[in-house]
């Protein structure tokens, strides 16, 4: 069976021997521009998926958290609600949801014992931050328990601080915002220094299909803080808080004083806001080929400037061009992941497989397929 929330909910029973009380589903993303400048108070332009996490739970007598995940093999944990820590190595899939569970009870909102049972459609380590969609997942479980609803925005924030509190990545808010605050047939158009959003209608006859390498080089996470790292030093020494206040002009004059390395990471951020504006204008002028010549260049200042990219996202973006595929570009974290392309609407499915077979022919064993943009996270009646 295709994993469902009802899959969430058939886990459960067999796990617990009773039927779920609380059944959630949060969307994964993609991110059509806008890459490396959340944490730099940026706009990006994610959507919502239709490939998710699902979360099917029970309250429990007794105060503890039981998780079960049965994606990539079933695994369980139990922890004390009033001792809920960062779990190591074979267990670390769980920090996702004890964090959520950890920021949501500091901030207040007690839940009082679960045992939550997790399935997913989205593929994990893809670039499509099933990560997110964990925490979201979760959140939603929590809020049905304590009889709250919060709105988008919020729901961000607490699943953002349990990634990087009990998962111990310093991600910016894009993802987290994007899973929760979704939209079907919309990207959102999100400022990341005012965290307000414009829902941003995706033409009809434009289909998105996203390519996973299915590689995931170890230096990711380092390399992630290291970047961010590195804006930090830019805005410093420009004088702004962070990078979106500054100009290109700004960044150019100041070459010398950067430095090369940092020059190159603030030229991507600030060229990268822009392109990110312009992009939403052409989407919204349905000016499609200057659309893609937009992801043709944010891949381009990702792979030079930024120096996140990696042999088989260059390669996938090269394949997509031979094929005539103009909008193309590599998506999320980087050094992996996924590759994401704007395809003609009534040939989606051919253009995947075309994908797939060319990526082959090169050595590359890909996996290629369309996506819908979907709604955030939400409660599911069961
Ligand atoms: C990861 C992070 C996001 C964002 C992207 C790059 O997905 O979780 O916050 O920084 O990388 O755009």
Avoid at 85 to 94: V, Y
Avoid at 288 to 299: D, E, I, K, Q, V
Wanted: with cysteine; proline share 4%; glycine share 10%.
């Amino acid at each position: 069976m295709t994993a469902a929330p009802e899959s969430a909910a058939a886990s459960f029973r067999s796990w617990q021997g009773r039927n779920a009380e609380l059944l959630a589903t949060a969307p994964g993303r993609i991110n059509l521009i806008g890459e490396h400048v959340d944490y730099q108070g940026g706009l990006v332009l994610p959507a919502a998926i239709n490939l998710g996490v699902f979360a099917a739970a029970g309250r429990l007598a007794e105060p503890v958290l039981r998780l079960q995940t049965s994606f990539a093999g079933v695994s369980e944990v139990e922890i004390p609600l009033d001792a809920l820590h960062r779990l190591e190595a074979a267990d670390s899939w769980a920090n996702y949801p004890l964090g959520v569970v950890a920021c949501y009870r500091q901030a207040g909102h007690e839940t009082g014992g679960l045992a939550i049972a997790f399935d997913a459609s989205l593929p994990a380590g893809a670039g499509l931050s099933s990560s997110a969609a964990f925490e979201a997942a979760t959140a939603m479980i929590v809020e049905q328990a304590c009889g709250i609803s919060l709105p988008p925005r919020e729901r961000a924030l607490l699943c953002q601080q349990a990634e990087h509190t009990f998962a111990g990545v310093p991600c910016g808010i894009m993802d987290q915002f994007a899973v929760n605050a979704g939209q079907a047939g919309h990207a959102l158009l999100i400022d990341c220094q005012s965290l307000e959003f414009v829902p941003t209608p995706l033409p009809a006859g434009l289909a998105m299909v996203v390519v996973d390498s299915g590689v995931k080089h170890a230096l990711a996470d380092g390399e992630y803080a290291k970047r961010r790292a590195d804006c930090e030093t830019a805005a410093q020494l420009l004088g702004v808080g962070c990078l979106r206040d500054a100009t290109l002009a700004a960044v150019l004059a100041a070459r010398e004083a950067l430095g090369e390395r940092i020059f190159r990471r603030a030229r991507h951020v600030v060229t990268e806001i822009e392109r990110t504006r312009a992009f939403a204008a052409a989407l919204a002028g349905d000016e499609l080929a200057t659309a893609a010549g937009l992801m043709a260049a944010s891949h381009a200042s990702l792979r030079d400037d930024y120096e996140v990219s990696c042999e088989e996202l260059d390669a996938l973006v090269e394949i997509a061009g031979e094929l005539g595929i103009a909008g193309a570009r590599m998506m999320g974290g980087g050094f992996g992941g996924s590759t994401i392309q704007l395809v003609p609407a009534a040939r989606a499915a051919e253009r995947a497989a075309a994908l797939e077979q060319a990526a082959a022919a090169r050595g590359l064993r890909v996996s290629a397929f369309p996506v819908i943009a979907a709604a955030g996270a939400a409660p599911v009646a069961l």
